[in-house]
Each structure stands twice: as structure tokens, then as C-alpha cells.
Nanobody, 120 residues
Framework: QVQLVESGGGFVQAGGSLRLSCAAS????????MGWYRQALGKQRELVAA??????????DSVKGRFTISRISRDNAKNTVYLQMNSLKPEDTAVYYC???????????WGQGTQVTVSS
């Protein structure tokens, strides 16, 4: 089992920045890819960014150039994934979820979500 705990959400004005953190613990040796999803009110959940254990990153077109995903592996029992979000826009408002995949395309583990609200 893998446990994911997000932090760092909040309220920010347009143009501002936030950094989300996701602490992964447990059987993280089984995890290849970690990602951030978001779900805005009334919309489907969408992938924002993902990073593999080899460091390959991919981003949704809507956040390219503004968001950066990174991953730190401290030991075999704990990883932390960050999502640095700059130049935030009101349309970035959503609940952001950390997710972990043993093998894509399926994400096997999910965090509880953290709210990001961007005011205009």
C-alpha cells in the first residue's frame, strides 16, 4: 500500500504562485509514475502534470510554461512530489489530487485532495 498526503493549497490572486507537496510513504518502491490531477467544479478530473521514476515529465497544454513538477526520493520508504504553480489564473481553481501509478495508464493510489482557489 502507498499513502499520499497533499499540502500547500490555498487562496491566491491571479498572477500569484503556490507550491503543492505530496508526501508518499509505504510501498513506494512499486511506484513508477507520480502525477497531479485537478478537478474543477462541474468538470471532469484532468491530468495536470506527471513525472516518472526516471525523471521524464509531461504537462497538460494549459499549464506548460507555468507549472513545474519535481520529485525527491529520500529513501526507499518516502518520496515527495512538488507542483510549483506560477502565473496562476482563475481557471486553475480546482481541487488538486496527487496520484501514484505502478504502471500507466492506471493510477493506483490517490491523495485526499487540496483546494486551490485563484481570484481574478
Amino acid at each position: 500500500q502507498v499513502q499520499l498526503v497533499e499540502s500547500g493549497g490555498g487562496f491566491v490572486q491571479a498572477g500569484g504562485s503556490l507550491r503543492l507537496s505530496c508526501a508518499a510513504s509505504g510501498s513506494i518502491f512499486s511506484i513508477n509514475t507520480m502525477g497531479w490531477y485537478r478537478q474543477a467544479l462541474g468538470k471532469q478530473r484532468e491530468l495536470v502534470a506527471a513525472i516518472t521514476s526516471g525523471g521524464t515529465k509531461n504537462y497538460a497544454d494549459s499549464v506548460k510554461g507555468r507549472f513545474t513538477i519535481s520529485r525527491i526520493s529520500r529513501d526507499n520508504a518516502k518520496n515527495t512530489v512538488y507542483l510549483q504553480m506560477n502565473s496562476l489564473k482563475p481557471e486553475d481553481t480546482a481541487v488538486y489530487y496527487c496520484a501514484a501509478a505502478i504502471r500507466l495508464p492506471t493510477y493506483d493510489y490517490w491523495g485526499q485532495g487540496t483546494q486551490v482557489t485563484v481570484s481574478s
